[in-house]
T-cell receptor, first 115, second 115 residues
Framework: ETGVTQTPRHLVMGMTNKKSLKCEQH?????MYWYKQSAKKPLELMFV???????ENNSVPSRFSPECPNSSHLFLHLHTLQPEDSALYLC??????????????FGQGTRLTVV | AQKITQTQPGMFVQEKEAVTLDCTYD???????LFWYKQPSSGEMIFLIY??????QNATEGRYSLNFQKARKSANLVISASQLGDSAMYFC????????????FGKGTTLSVSS
């Protein structure tokens, strides 16, 4: 299997549930990202991991908790979410080599609905 | 202030015609990269083309070309000979400064290609 794989593709959860989104990349990249895509809004960067260390956290509420156990896997743990957290959550990876031409490769996303 | 501005929420084009999707950006960095992505209804973000701030030639990739006007801070995507499969959302993105920073995206343009 190649590329960036996200599971599950669709998730419906209640506001009191705890769930996790999983992202796996088979590209040998050393940086991984979580983005949130809501309707009619730009993609919002949530978290950045480089070499398995969190390097960026864009004022994301604590009900979202990322985890990067190794360079190939990234999780987003969810608990006590709100309906406005319903969105498409996209995972991406890239190879950071100290040059600018490093496009990010994206997974197909997890469509999350909070009820 | 927005870093990436895409002023066209929607564009319509007929098959085999060319179309230009606009993108302007805002940065004070001398070194940056500009990217275009395509997002079909399936949700996956597909990398199309890259332009570095020091590149003197406009980038081209098959039917995609990037009209880079540095002084105007614009990086428009030109799609030649449109096909029905080009119907999708198109996002302009930028990476500033040193590699290791994440992509910042615009709001996107929906392209509809008709026969």
């Amino acid at each position: 299997e190649t590329g960036v794989t996200q599971t599950p593709r669709h998730l419906v959860m209640g506001m009191t549930n705890k769930k996790s989104l999983k992202c796996e990349q088979h590209l040998g990249h050393n940086a991984m990202y979580w983005y949130k895509q809501s309707a009619k809004k730009p993609l919002e960067l949530m978290f950045v991991y480089s070499l398995e260390e969190r390097v960026e956290n864009n004022s994301v509420p604590s009900r979202f908790s990322p985890e990067c156990p190794n360079s190939s896997h990234l999780f987003l743990h969810l608990h006590t979410l709100q309906p406005e957290d319903s969105a498409l959550y996209l995972c991406a990876s890239s190879q950071e080599r100290g040059i600018m031409n490093t496009e990010a490769f994206f997974g197909q996303g997890t469509r999350l609905t909070v009820v | 202030a927005q870093k990436i501005t895409q002023t066209q929420p929607g564009m319509f084009v007929q098959e085999k015609e060319a179309v230009t999707l606009d993108c302007t950006y805002d940065t004070s960095d001398q070194s940056y990269g500009l990217f275009w992505y395509k997002q079909p209804s399936s949700g996956e973000m597909i990398f199309l083309i890259y332009q570095g701030s020091y590149d003197e030639q406009n980038a081209t990739e098959g039917r995609y070309s990037l009209n880079f006007q540095k002084a105007r801070k614009s990086a428009n995507l030109v799609i030649s000979a449109s096909q029905l499969g080009d119907s999708a959302m198109y996002f302009c993105a930028m990476r500033e400064g040193q590699a290791g920073t994440a992509l910042i995206f615009g709001k996107g343009t929906t392209l509809s290609v008709s026969s």
